[in-house]
């Protein structure tokens, strides 16, 4: 393998922040480098500067021996690096094609845009990947994981010799990460340099040749894959063994706090049924598209589903949920939801974490109280939840993935709700901060809370639960305990034609 760029001695701060701290890093042509380390770390700014984003303060890039400077992303581009960013960069009021070619459109004759030519080359680029989307759709349309995808294929298509891909496969399910992977693999075979940054320890080890692991800016290590367990990287990267991943289960149920009677999704998809109690973290598992999302989507009237009834504690309620007033309606029957998207649709970014602890607490009253108001209780959520900040005025845009989803958590804590429904509750969140994350949900349950969880981490599901409810053809074709559950049998149910669905539990 020859080296296809080398960063030497980088450093970069950001006011007193020492975000990067004297690194050195050689990608090689034909491998894939994992670059691994807890949120904060400094991986992210370390592929900014390669990426042109940021310039080092200390420090130099070079090729073959020669320094090179990468002052734009533009140039990056033209020296042949392409970068995913973990913080999606598509445009939701452009389509598809018009975010593949922002910035070089091909022109016709009299300097139009040639339309039709960027439809049908973003088309065949999405088919690269086995994706049939429209290229003229408007990407505020797509899903999370639609997004992503679109943004490895901008990737993908580039003319590059260095690829970095920042948590590529956050928003994306087995079988997309198995068509990522099979793209990368020939990516690899044909002499590039990938950097693939993830939190999730089975894809390295299934991807990635070589590690680098960096912790508060600096680098720790770099070793081959093959030297490597998931627990020893795992030791490397947060500095101590975590023995446990996940907390303790408890036997102890309580009474239903939510009960969703006779629902069906559409006129033709079987009804199903489904309970929560107190004391229990209840999972709906699946295979991307069968119905799980529209399925919670329905409790707070954000999908319209054919029928049903829902029940929160003692209050009974007719599906549909208006769409306008379906999440504060439930808000105030004790029930709190955690959208996969946090960023667009759970936090103000620009507002202080306080702001965004009490908000639930303002929507109580009849007007927006100030935050000051509830000092107390933001300085024990913020305890409480070991919210790694300088001050509750900072902004949560300022904060990790890891203590955003914490925050947005905290909300709800804080408001006192008895029913959490969560999408993705560690997405782009670390392997310290999962952990944090999971004892967090854990220590609700025992406190006679109840929570209903998406995941697409089969792992997540069967560690984190008490029950797993598999989805199929928008019903339920399987439950089992997650104590006993296995990433096979659950595949095999979610694999299930459905036939023998009860759709009841």
Request: charged share 20%; proline share 3%.
């Amino acid at each position: 393998m020859n080296s296809l760029i080398k960063l030497t001695n980088i450093s970069k701060s950001f006011g007193n922040n020492q975000a990067v701290d004297d690194v050195t890093l050689e990608l090689n042509s034909g491998s894939v480098h994992a670059l691994m380390g807890e949120n904060g770390a400094g991986k992210s700014t370390l592929m900014k500067i390669l990426a042109g984003v940021h310039q080092p303060d200390v420090g130099s890039i070079s090729r073959a021996g020669e320094v090179v400077s990468l002052t734009s992303p533009k140039l990056a581009l033209d020296f042949g690096i392409s970068t995913v960013f973990q913080e999606l960069s598509l445009l939701p009021n452009l389509t598809i094609a018009e975010n593949m070619f922002l910035g070089r459109e091909p022109k016709r004759s009299f300097g139009m845009i040639d339309t039709k030519l960027m439809e049908s080359q973003t088309k065949a680029a999405l088919a690269e990947l086995g994706l049939t989307l429209n290229p003229s759709t408007l990407v505020s349309e797509l899903t999370i994981a639609e997004r992503q995808f679109v943004e490895i294929a901008h990737g993908i298509k580039a003319d590059a010799n260095i690829f970095i891909l920042d948590e590529p496969t956050a928003a994306l399910n087995a079988a997309d990460v198995g068509m990522l992977n099979k793209h990368i693999r020939r990516m690899k075979d044909e002499g590039k340099a990938i950097v693939y940054i993830s939190h999730r320890m089975d894809e390295i080890f299934d991807i990635c040749d070589t590690v680098t692991v960096m912790k508060d800016g600096q680098h720790v290590a770099t070793k081959s894959l093959s030297d490597m367990t998931p627990d020893s990287l795992i030791a490397m990267m947060v500095g101590r063994e975590l023995e446990d991943l996940f907390p303790e289960r408890s036997d102890a149920q309580g009474a239903c706090l939510l009960e969703v009677k006779h629902f069906k999704l559409t006129s033709v998809s079987q009804p199903l049924s489904l309970k929560v109690h107190k004391g229990e973290i209840v999972a709906l598992a699946g295979l991307e598209g069968q119905g799980q999302r529209e399925i919670v989507r329905s409790l707070i009237g954000q999908h319209i589903p054919f029928g049903g009834t829902v029940r929160v504690k003692d209050h009974e309620i007719s599906l549909p949920v208006a769409a306008n007033n379906g999440i504060r309606q439930m808000s105030a029957l004790g029930l709190g939801f955690v959208p996969e998207d946090r960023k667009d649709e759970g936090l103000f970014l620009n507002l202080p974490i306080a702001d965004n602890i009490t908000i639930g607490l303002h929507s109580t009253e009849g007007g927006l109280a100030p935050a000051r108001k509830y000092r107390e209780v933001i300085a024990d959520t913020i305890k409480s939840m070991a919210i790694k900040t300088s001050s509750a005025n900072a902004s949560v845009a300022s904060l990790s993935g890891g203590n955003q989803q914490k925050v947005l958590l905290g909300r709800y804590f804080a408001s006192d709700v008895d029913l959490l429904v969560i999408e993705e509750p560690t997405r782009g969140v670390d392997i310290g901060a999962k952990a944090e994350i999971y004892k967090l949900l854990r220590q609700f349950t025992e406190n006679g809370g109840g929570v209903l969880v998406l995941s697409r981490e089969t792992i997540e599901l069967i560690g984190l639960c008490d029950r797993i409810l598999v989805i199929h053809d928008q019903t339920i074709v399987s439950e089992m305990v997650a104590a006993d559950a296995t990433e096979h049998n659950i595949l095999d149910a979610a694999l299930s034609s459905g036939s023998d669905a009860t759709g009841s539990v």
